[in-house]
């Protein structure tokens, strides 16, 4: 498997080292010179993981490219605060992710009421692959499992994008698999 | 291929297909930026404005509001600042708090003890702030929407986390507590949240 996609990091000129928080420029044998990473270096390393991510979950580009430039938006307006956070990258993706869930969240709501409002339509068998399985999540299990199984994060981590308990994330990721191996005919207990 | 391995190889091959256009993005991201930045001092301006309107409305005579047939017009009497929002969503928008008390046993079952903060926004989305007692990593919720349909109340409060279905209520607001009242409902936790106590009007 290739690295994590949260853990990219990229070679942006000879002698600089582009980190998602400084510009690290060597000077000599033993030093370097740290710059604050400014806001466009940041974006353009940090923006297509988190666009990834993000249309993973809501299997959508346009309102992918919506949700993560709201997030972006949001740390532009806040760059002189969070640009001095530790982990701004993850900052950002917890926005985002979060932005996300609300969007899945409201379009659920409606689809809820306005069901209500028109005939059922008849059951019928579906065949889906994991692109139509993961569109029949909920929101919280869509991100648990894109962020387990395509960031490869710990349920730890997952908890903390989401703002929920480890054992939360946990039984999201639970769900999330049980669901996805009946829709796609696999056998779940295997891992 | 174990069910796992297909999950991760499929889902990287989804993500390999996304090639973003990073400076086109970068130009909208730092346009919108620019353009709500712009907007921050009318915002305030509208902001007073509202306020002024909603002191008026307040201190001035007003008949009490229901979500009932033929009574939605009363709370509409200010002119509306969201034009695109409908009569009865205006009449319902607005901040409301309640402090439920731990004495009640539904409150103490459910942990739900502590002041609650409600915002409904003219668009349909809830903005809800729990005590800081209530769960674990639930500063906040948000991502919750109500739909009106006269005096109906319909709402999707804890729903994925605590609830598996959404609940209808019957609402009114009188002498500025907004009250709810379960039609359809089969979730404890948000039943004890809205209608233990009628909520009274924030800020």
């Known amino acids: 498997m290739t690295s994590r996609p949260h853990e990219l990091r990229a070679q942006s000129a000879p002698g600089t080292f582009l980190s998602s928080r400084y510009i ?10 740290i710059e ?17 991510t993000i249309e993973l979950m809501l299997r959508d580009h346009g309102r992918a490219e919506e949700v993560t430039q709201d997030a972006f938006i949001q740390l532009l307006l806040h760059w002189p605060k969070i640009s001095r956070y530790e982990r701004p990258d993850a900052w950002v993706r917890r926005v985002a992710i979060r932005l996300a869930l609300r969007t899945l969240r409201r379009d659920r709501l409606w689809q809820l009421v306005r069901g209500a409002l028109l005939p059922k339509a008849p059951d019928r068998p579906s065949r889906f692959d994991v692109d139509g399985a993961i569109r029949q999540l909920p929101g919280s299990q869509r991100a648990a499992i894109v962020l387990h199984y395509y960031e490869d994060r710990p349920t730890a981590e997952v908890a903390v994008m989401l703002g929920c308990s480890e054992s939360t994330a946990r039984v999201h990721l639970f769900h999330a698999r049980r669901r996805l191996a009946q829709l796609l005919g696999e056998d779940d207990r295997v891992i | 291929m174990s069910f796992d391995r297909r999950l991760r190889q499929e889902l990287q091959r989804d993500a390999d297909q996304i090639v973003p256009d990073v400076e086109r993005n970068l130009g909208a991201v730092e346009a919108r930026a620019h353009h709500r930045a712009s907007l921050g001092s009318p915002a305030l301006l509208g902001a007073a404005v509202v306020i002024a309107i909603a002191i008026v409305w307040r201190f001035g005579a007003s008949p009490p509001t ?27 928008a607005g901040t409301y708090m309640v402090t439920l008390d731990t004495a009640n046993s539904t409150v103490s079952k459910y942990a739900l003890g502590g002041a609650w903060t409600m915002r409904l926004a003219s668009d349909g989305e809830i903005f809800l ?23 109906r109340f319909r709402n999707n409060i804890f729903y994925n986390d605590y609830c ?18 379960p039609v359809e409902e089969n979730c404890p936790i948000r039943q004890a949240l809205l209608s233990t106590t009628p909520w009274r009007t924030g800020p």
């Open chain 1, 36 to 52: 604050p990473l400014d806001y466009t270096a940041f974006f353009r390393l940090e923006f297509a993981p988190v666009l990834r």
């Open chain 1, 24 to 33: 690290v420029r060597a000077t000599g044998a033993s030093r370097a010179l």
């Open chain 2, 164 to 181: 598996s279905s959404i609940g209808t209520y019957t609402w009114s607001i009188h002498s500025g507590r907004l009250a709810f009242a």
């Open chain 2, 129 to 151: 702030s729990p005590p800081a007692s209530f769960g674990s990593g639930t500063s906040s919720l948000s991502g919750i929407a109500f739909a009106i349909a006269a005096d």
């Open chain 2, 66 to 92: 229901t979500g009932g047939p033929g009574s939605s017009g009363s709370a509409t009497s200010s002119p509306s600042l969201v034009p695109s929002a409908s009569p009865s969503y205006d009449a319902i």
